[in-house]
């Protein structure tokens, strides 16, 4: 079955740590993307990625690291910088020619 | 920057009934739009997408509409049922990114 994961499905940090949330597709899609969701604030862009090795900031992207080293594989580090990070996460993906985006199941981050 | 709205953010609606749903863009330069739908706690599913020539496009019950002069896209569900409670966003394509609404809320009650 083709799609996007993301693991884990929830996540409980502590103040002053990094976490990192993974992110794998296996769609064969060039582009991957990070957003978050807040309630009521709908979703905002963290950092996106057109081709391995390359990414770039969202509108959000303080407190926040990527990588891009395999074309499957955009993992998101939440670092201790980053002042509000309980929200939920979500991964996707986009297909080639049409643009259609396809999203992840998402990661909810709890910080105790 | 652009600015996408959805309104209302919750309705509710009784089972049989067509929804419409309204999305409305500040920026009329856009690649395509795409509908969501999310359950809570999961992620988004796509639902339709209209590239920025095409005027609607269709999917079993769903029929999505754009005009992209007005900055305006509508969701029609034809005789709606209790499963397609749920919350619906409206996202606009520019350019590499997507902007989102904040989604209307939908209840259909049996």
């Known amino acids: 079955d083709g799609g996007i994961t993301q693991s884990p499905k929830y996540l409980f940090r502590k103040e002053g740590q990094n976490v990192t949330l993974s992110c794998e597709q296996n769609?064969?899609?060039?582009?991957m993307y990070w957003y978050r969701q807040d309630p009521g604030q709908g979703l905002r862009l963290i950092y996106y990625s057109q081709i391995v090795n390359d990414f770039q900031k969202g509108d959000i992207a303080e407190g926040y690291s990527v990588s891009r080293e395999k074309k499957e594989s955009f993992p998101l580090t939440v670092t201790s910088a980053q002042k509000n990070p309980t929200a939920f996460y979500l991964c996707?993906?986009?297909?080639?020619?049409?643009?259609?985006?396809?999203f992840g199941p998402g990661t909810r981050l709890t910080v105790l | 920057k652009q600015e996408v709205t959805q309104i209302p953010a919750a309705l509710s609606v009784p089972e049989g009934e067509n929804l419409v749903l309204n999305c409305s863009f500040t920026d009329s330069a856009i690649y395509n739009l795409q509908w969501f739908r999310q359950d809570p706690g999961k992620g988004l599913t796509s639902l339709l997408l209209?590239?920025?020539?095409?005027r609607e496009q269709t999917s079993g019950r769903l029929n999505a509409s754009l005009d992209k002069s007005s900055g305006r896209s509508t969701l029609y569900i034809a005789a709606s049922q209790p499963g397609d409670s749920a919350t619906y966003l409206c996202a606009v394509r520019g350019n590499n990114r997507l902007a989102f609404g904040k989604g209307n809320q939908v209840v259909v009650i049996p």
């Open positions: 996707a993906s986009t297909i080639g020619g049409s643009n259609e985006q396809f």
């Open positions: 209209i590239q920025s020539s095409q």
């Open positions: 769609l064969n899609h060039d582009a």
